[in-house]
């Protein structure tokens, strides 16, 4: 007896396999971009957390230490005051080791700046396999508001460095800004946006608008930033 042949023998018609294939592009076009949402919204959600640790760390520092930032101190009692004309910005985390535990949170996941790298140990020299010791700005993504004053709670104490100061991006350096000075983010950061620490620890996402704003309520006539 013959066996009776099925012409549909199960493979994939030209059609079915068109059709497969505009259904995977449909679900990649949705699943994609809301992946990269959702990894975006997670580091930005980690540099939050990282300046609210900074702003932490400046405040505890602060009460052993009458009130006063790194910046206020001398270096001989342990603050940075004598290195602030420098513009160097990881000497004024590096007093505050004990506070911060760790210079991971120095570091903006969004950063992607390929001079920077990422330090694990506040020691200034490697201390075993993996150890990255904290020694240089290239390993800062934050800049230090080094005026900021814990009785004056609106000026500027840290921020993600992604800043442009009348229309240029910010150089390594201290910079000083007065209050009716162009002020801006720039990109790839944060699209367009990021995050400052003002002088009482609290930390609020801004746009540019919001930056032109910060500096004319700090109240100062010019607030000085050490940009790493």
Not at 83 to 95: A, D, K, N, P, Y
Request: charged share 15%; proline share 5%; glycine share 8%.
């Amino acid at each position: 007896m013959k066996l009776s042949r099925n012409p549909c023998s199960g493979a994939f018609t030209l059609v079915e396999l068109l059709l497969v294939i505009s259904v995977l592009i449909i679900l990649a076009a949705i699943v994609l971009p809301e992946l990269a949402r959702t990894r975006d919204y997670g580091q930005k959600l980690t540099c939050n957390n990282n300046l609210r640790q900074v702003g932490l760390a400046f405040r505890v520092w602060a009460l052993d230490n009458k009130d006063k930032y790194p910046m206020q101190v001398s270096v001989t009692n342990a603050g940075t005051m004598e290195l602030i004309e420098s513009g160097t910005v990881f000497r004024h985390f590096q007093v505050m080791s004990n506070e911060l535990s760790t210079p991971r949170l120095l570091s903006c996941p969004q950063e992607t700046d390929s001079t920077r790298t990422v330090a694990n140990s506040f020691a200034s020299t490697s201390s075993g396999a993996g150890s990255v010791p904290f020694t240089n700005d290239n390993q800062v993504s934050y800049f230090v508001g080094v005026d900021a004053d814990s009785d004056r709670p609106s000026m500027f104490l840290s921020g993600d460095r992604n800043l442009a100061f009348n229309g240029i991006p910010a150089k390594p350096g201290l910079h000083a800004i007065r209050t009716n000075g162009a002020m801006a983010w720039v990109e790839p950061r944060h699209h367009n946006g990021g995050y400052i620490c003002f002088a009482d620890g609290s930390v609020q996402e801004v746009k540019t608008r919001g930056l032109r704003l910060i500096l004319i309520g700090t109240g100062t006539a010019t607030n000085r930033l050490a940009m790493p």
